[in-house]
């Protein structure tokens, strides 16, 4: 493709690896306001002094300029020549597709993911049902969970309390605010908070709106920027229904787990060990690396969640070709009888050949039990 757009959220890298994988080529911030006006005054302009090829950072800062860059590409389709990168998924791909359609490849780059922290080739979910064996990590469950994926962390030795409360202020209640118009910023913060406190439930817009003093439109316009914007996933519902009447609401998940313990207010892996949100903070950790597993293979995640009216419910389950592949999320250190109880009710339901199930949990060892493999959480 003549162009490649990378999106993901703020401090997510993107900036680092474009520059790493292009050296040759320009680098421009359209964060600073002096390139910005270049770009908004004089496109044509701005874009002829890089016609051999830019990397061009926040792209959705200039919105027009997709739009200037589509007729350069269809003049001369050398690929790889305009690298755009921004942050705010809503306005950027907006401009993009409408622009771009055919002449793009859409790429996004979430936080590392736990392969990338240890330095070791990530589980390949195309190529195998599950992951495999153990593997043992550098750092403790709690710790990991609780510091995040965000690379500035890892790379500098940061304290994660200040960084993510830094976090939050500098991006989160800035970027958003803009983009929704946010007037009173103590209820967009609780707003936030109460989002937290609901993380891996199913989201009820009328509910959370009333405790966040806000109409469930709202609500449902600020949680399609905090997805936009990569902080949030609402996870869908898979469709079969093996017979049965299926709840059709999302779930709501943030995707970076050090982000929601900030959010949450737990201040050490200590208090995580022990909250009452812990189990809810693992499972935004399993989603996490689902989603990083396929999005940085450039692949669609087929991720969904399973519910029926009688309260039976799969935490997630991954699409594969035909197979559904059924898994749980269990922070325990243990692994108890209790914890297959839902995937073999799973099995007897979709039938075992057609569905195959999967434990994930917060030990270290890996093991079977009642033919369903266990996988520490080191594994992903």
């Not at 055919?102 to 590392?112: D, V």
């Amino acid at each position: 493709m003549p162009v490649v757009t990378l999106t993901g959220p703020r401090q997510s890298g993107k900036t680092t690896l474009v520059r790493a994988a292009f050296p040759d080529l320009a680098y421009v911030s359209l964060e600073d306001p002096d390139v910005r006006a270049r770009a908004l005054e004089d496109p044509r302009g701005f874009l002829r002094a890089h016609a051999d090829g830019v990397i061009i950072d926040e792209v959705q800062r200039a919105p027009d300029l997709p739009s200037y860059i589509q007729g350069m590409v269809d003049e001369d389709p050398r690929p790889g020549r305009f690298i755009l990168t921004g942050s705010q998924n809503l306005l950027l791909l907006d401009r993009v597709s409408q622009s771009l359609a055919g002449r793009t490849r859409i790429l996004h780059l979430y936080p590392f993911s736990l392969s990338e922290l240890e330095g070791r080739e990530p589980w390949d979910p195309e190529a195998s049902s599950e992951p495999q064996g153990d593997r043992s990590v550098t750092r403790s469950l709690y710790a990991t969970l609780h510091a995040g994926f965000y690379p500035r962390i890892h790379d500098q030795g940061l304290n994660p309390v200040e960084w993510l409360a830094d976090y939050r202020t500098a991006y989160v209640e800035r970027d958003v605010r803009q983009i929704v118009n946010v007037q009173d910023l103590d209820t967009f913060t609780r707003f936030l908070g109460l989002c937290a406190g609901r993380n891996g439930r199913i989201l009820n817009a009328v509910s959370l709106g009333n405790d966040a003093g806000v109409d469930h439109t709202t609500v449902r316009r600020w949680l399609s920027v905090l997805e936009a914007s990569f902080l949030i996933k609402l996870l869908r519902p898979h469709h079969r229904n093996f017979g049965k009447r299926l709840i059709k609401s999302p779930k709501l998940f943030f995707l970076d787990c050090g982000l929601l313990c900030s959010l949450l207010g737990i201040t050490s892996p200590d208090d995580l060990r022990v909250h009452a949100s812990r189990g809810a903070v693992f499972e935004s950790f399993v989603l996490g690396e689902l989603l990083k597993a396929y999005a940085h293979r450039g692949r669609r995640p087929p991720l969904f969640f399973w519910r029926d009216s009688a309260g039976h419910e799969i935490d997630f389950i991954v699409e594969q070709g035909t197979r559904l592949l059924a898994i749980e999320a269990k922070s325990g250190e243990t692994a108890p009888p209790a914890f297959f109880d839902t995937l073999t009710w799973w099995r007897e339901l979709a039938a075992p050949d057609e569905a195959p199930a999967l434990l994930l949990y917060g030990g270290e060892e890996s093991f079977a039990f009642r033919d369903i493999p266990a996988r520490s959480w080191a594994a992903l």
